[in-house]
């Protein structure tokens, strides 16, 4: 499978006129690219075809795989743009996987986050899995009947 990395330095994108633009000169867009993330989507969609969408391009099966630098500053000064990349890039590969391709499009961020996970969530985490687990297998019911949900939605 061929693999091609594209690196992303995320401290050029300021707002969308900046990420359109960083995305358009980094890939290699077309002179009519339209400037939004349904633009973005049809342009990263193809990028193991020949169409002129990109100048960026890998062999069908191929992937490319997105570095993108100081992606913890990212988020917290664009957190629109940073999360319509990742939401479009799923979509990206959602596309092709139900037409019956490949997913084509990784991200890789690159970065530190001065919010660390906090240990007793993950902990929290793992003891509501390992009460699904037992309990489901003991009982046969599923996780959603077994964890119950607060009013907020989470796990209770």
Same mark, same amino acid.
């Given at each position: 499978?061929? $693999?091609?990395?594209?690196?992303?330095?995320?401290?050029?994108?300021? &707002?969308?006129? %900046?990420f359109h %633009?960083?995305?358009?000169n980094?890939?290699?867009?077309?002179?009519?690219?339209g400037a939004n993330m349904n633009a973005w $989507?049809?342009?990263?969609?193809?990028?193991d075809?020949?169409s002129?969408l990109t100048?960026?391009?890998?062999?069908?099966?191929?992937?490319?795989?997105l570095?993108i &630098?100081?992606?913890?500053?990212?988020?917290?000064?664009?957190?629109e743009q940073?999360e319509?990349?990742i939401e479009?890039?799923?979509?990206?590969?959602y596309?092709?996987?139900?037409?019956g391709g490949?997913?084509?499009?990784?991200?890789?961020p $690159?970065?530190f986050?001065?919010r660390?996970?906090?240990?007793?969530?993950?902990?929290?985490?793992?003891?509501? $899995?390992?009460r699904?687990?037992?309990? %489901?297998?003991?009982?046969?019911? %599923?996780?959603?009947?077994?964890?119950?949900?607060?009013?907020?939605?989470?796990?209770?």
């Amino acid at each position: 499978m061929e $693999i091609k990395q594209v690196v992303l330095d995320a401290h050029r994108i300021v &707002d969308w006129t %900046s990420f359109h %633009s960083v995305f358009a000169n980094l890939f290699g867009f077309p002179p009519f690219y339209g400037a939004n993330m349904n633009a973005w $989507i049809d342009c990263m969609t193809d990028l193991d075809d020949e169409s002129g969408l990109t100048d960026i391009t890998v062999a069908k099966g191929g992937c490319v795989v997105l570095q993108i &630098d100081n992606v913890a500053d990212f988020r917290d000064r664009c957190p629109e743009q940073y999360e319509a990349l990742i939401e479009c890039t799923a979509f990206v590969n959602y596309r092709r996987v139900e037409t019956g391709g490949l997913p084509i499009l990784a991200l890789m961020p $690159i970065g530190f986050f001065r919010r660390p996970v906090q240990l007793g969530k993950v902990e929290e985490i793992a003891a509501i $899995i390992d009460r699904v687990a037992n309990r %489901s297998v003991r009982d046969g019911r %599923s996780g959603d009947e077994i964890i119950g949900y607060d009013e907020n939605g989470l796990p209770s």
